[in-house]
């Protein structure tokens, strides 16, 4: 089975899962599903692999400087149930031939966000993430695809003797 394929049969289920209804209570406030969304690396390998994987190089300038190549994925999760998530897309941070700067997570999640509201139009939905996407981007986006979002983060606490991130995480939220 081709990807494409095996993400369509992905959505289809979902679709039909969100018009029978069937987790209805776990929607926020009665309407909004949660559409959790964080980047991860699949793996990192010194040899390159084919295709448009990302790299960093290590060392830099010295005699020990070596590329270290990765594969890095933009992940979007419904929650239908408070145990049940499921994965409904997926995007490849990928570079481009010729391009100057890398992909990155934000980018690949502007593209992921573009292909979930394309294909699904209709449900509302409360984007998740983490501190990464507290840019204005991010919220121009979700506000023009509809959606609204929960971010969370750590707090920092400097004490004037040692700084940390503080247990208590901060919201950053919008209800549409």
């Not at 300038?61 to 998530?85: P, R, S, W």
């Not at 980018?107 to 409360?126: E, I, Q, V």
Request: net charge positive.
């Amino acid at each position: 089975m081709k990807p494409e394929e095996l993400q369509e049969t992905v959505c289809k289920l979902v679709k039909r899962l969100i018009r029978s209804r069937a987790f209805e209570r776990v929607r926020l406030r009665g309407k909004y599903y949660l559409v959790i969304i964080d980047g991860t690396q699949l793996y990192s390998s010194r040899e390159k692999p084919e295709g448009k994987c990302l790299y960093r190089v290590h060392n830099k300038g010295t005699q020990e400087e070596y590329i270290e190549y990765h594969c890095y994925i933009v992940e979007a999760k419904i929650m239908l149930h408070k145990d049940i998530y499921v994965s409904i897309m997926t995007e490849f941070a990928e570079n481009q031939e010729e391009a100057e700067k890398q992909d990155c997570e934000l980018k690949a999640f502007y593209r992921l966000l573009n292909r979930l509201r394309d294909t699904f139009p209709m449900p509302p939905m409360c984007i998740c993430g983490d501190s990464l996407y507290t840019c204005g981007r991010f919220f121009t986006e979700c506000k023009e695809r509809g959606c609204s979002y929960l971010l969370r983060f750590k707090v920092w606490i400097n004490n004037g003797k040692a700084s940390c991130y503080s247990s208590p995480f901060l919201y950053l939220a919008t209800i549409l």
